[in-house]
């Protein structure tokens, strides 16, 4: 059953005739609808009437309604206003650019601006590499979309994406010092999204692909991998395997089992999907079983999305075919990332003993977390109202932080999984690991920079085993020219 969250929290400002019950008269009236209140101010204070603010949690704009209703019932009380907190929070954007110098005087300005900066210039002319040290490209990344599968709400074009992307660059910014920018384009044709990222790369360490639609996400990726010479990286794929496994790895060690003896079920081949099974395929579990809303791929399906059929090829050694509820019947290991509501507890009583379900489909899970916990002895989901929340935000900022301190020009599978096992170490570390606690709390501030330097040891040593990146400082021609303080600048690398 669905509770009142800080996603629906309202501030109602009511006056009322200031008796010495006014203030219990009016909490109780919305305590009684059901609403969580989370403060209480007086406002206003006269002979006649006390004015309050009232902030609840409640349920959805009928909730919201209900609420006023309750207020405006009682005698006396008339409700002057109705804020909900989240649209105050959007006012305006969530995010600014601040200069990091003074600008103060002339000489400031002759530094920082022309003549000074042209010297600046003229430097990284001669070796474009110097950006990533005399600029923000060092600690910048594009979040790039194209509107097309926003969240749980599907399609729904540029403008309205950009409260999520202009999320997510806060989101870099608090947990790893990243300077994201929102990129939303007008456009969902693979063509011009590739061009355009081309065309934008040189401003940016890393472009961080956002809700662009299965399976034009996957080529748009692929070939900007190709392209660019810095890291792309589609979150929705990457950052839900490296979690996930990270958090499978401390979830096995609570039921004391090895993944070489796991079949592990994967509902839900999207994007999340795709990539889950490409990452846990390193690990060699038993088996992986793939599920989508046509039931257990298989080599005989017929598949024509050459995407489907090479997870055909690549999983189910042992050729089951059938639904979903085939699928999981013995499985040791459900991960969904699909749709809600797809699995019952029964279903969950048939796998394998010491069960463990990860339901990640947002907002409502494939199985009632609740329900899956009376047959599974771990259960994660990535909702925040119950353990074992698989978040995104535990891998991307640190993961790109990384990145970006190591000067990498690509990712790799050794990065995401030297990420994975940074998130499990953080719990495993210290023996905290249990049934409840397989992954650590998104504020835990250890988290980023303990992903980040996993990630940024794994590039650095794969570019001296690869002969040396172009990102080294023998690379630049202004510390070959002996700059005074560019030693300084080298220790300002974010954290
Ligand atoms: N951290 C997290 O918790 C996290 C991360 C990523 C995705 N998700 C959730 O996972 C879900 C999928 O995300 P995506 O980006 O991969 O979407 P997607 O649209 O790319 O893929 C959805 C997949 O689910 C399958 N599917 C749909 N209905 C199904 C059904 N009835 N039975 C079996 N399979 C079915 C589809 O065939 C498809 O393979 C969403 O709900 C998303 O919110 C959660």
């Known amino acids: 059953m669905p ?43 006269h002979a006649d009437r006390i004015v309050v603010d009232i902030t609840c949690n409640s349920l959805s704009a009928d909730h919201a309604d209900d609420i006023t209703e309750a207020l405006e019932a009682l005698p006396g009380a008339r409700v002057r206003k109705v804020s909900d907190r989240t649209f105050l929070v959007h006012l305006g954007g969530k995010i600014e650019v601040n200069s990091k110098v003074a600008l103060a005087n002339r000489d400031d300005l002759s530094r920082a601006y022309t003549p000074g900066v042209a010297r600046v210039c003229t430097a990284i002319a001669k070796n474009p590499e110097d950006a990533r040290r005399l600029t923000v490209k060092r600690s910048s990344v594009a979040v790039l979309t194209d509107g097309s599968a926003v969240l749980g709400l599907g399609n729904i074009g540029p403008e309205a994406a950009l409260p999520v992307m202009e999320g997510k660059a806060a989101l870099f910014k608090k947990f790893a010092g990243v300077n994201a920018w929102p990129v939303c384009l007008d456009t969902q044709d693979t063509e011009e999204i590739i061009r355009t990222a081309e065309l934008i790369a040189p401003a940016y360490g890393g472009i961080n692909l956002e809700d662009i639609a299965a399976p034009r996400c996957f080529e748009i990726e692929a070939r900007l991998r190709e392209r660019l010479n810095i890291p792309v990286f589609h979150d929705d794929q990457h950052g839900t395997a490296i979690v996930v496994l990270g958090a499978l790895r401390n979830a096995l060690r609570v039921v004391d089992k090895d993944l070489s003896d796991c079949r ?8 999340a999907g795709s990539a889950i099974i490409r990452l846990l395929r390193q690990k060699n579990p038993a088996d992986i079983v793939a599920v989508d809303v046509d039931g257990i791929v298989h080599d005989g399906r017929g598949d024509t999305d050459e995407h489907l059929r090479a997870i055909a090829a690549e999983t189910n050694a042992e050729g089951r075919t059938g639904p979903l509820g ?38 409502d899970p494939e199985v009632d977390p609740l329900e899956a916990r009376r047959h599974a002895t771990v259960v994660a989901t990535g909702r925040s109202d119950y353990p074992n929340q698989i978040n995104n935000v535990l891998a991307f900022p640190g993961f790109f932080r990384g990145l970006l301190d190591a ?53 650095v040593s794969g570019d001296e085993a690869g002969g ?21 600048m080298e220790e300002d690398a974010g954290f």
Request: proline share 6%.
């Open 3 to 45: 509770v009142p969250g800080p996603g629906y929290s309202i501030t109602v400002r009511v006056e009322a005739p200031p008796s010495a019950t006014a203030a219990g008269d009016l909490t109780t009236a919305v305590g009684r609808t059901g609403a969580v209140i989370t403060a209480f101010d007086v406002v206003e204070s």
């Open 326 to 363: 085939d699928a999981v019947r013995g499985a040791d290991v459900f991960i969904g990332v699909s749709a809600p509501n797809l699995l019952s507890a029964e279903d969950v009583a048939t796998m394998n003993d010491d069960a463990i379900v990860f339901a990640l489909a947002n907002p």
């Open 407 to 459: 000067h990498a020009h690509e990712i790799t599978d050794e990065m995401m999984l030297a990420a994975a096992n940074a998130i499990a170490d953080v719990v495993d570390g210290n023996d905290r690991v249990n049934a409840s606690f397989i992954v650590p709390s998104v504020f835990d501030s250890t988290v980023s920079p303990t992903v980040a330097e996993a990630v940024r040891r794994v590039a």
């Open 264 to 271: 592990v079920v994967v509902c839900g081949v999207g994007a």
């Open 468 to 488: 040396g990146g172009q990102g080294g400082a023998a690379g630049s021609s202004v510390a070959a020219a002996g700059v005074p303080g560019f030693a300084d």
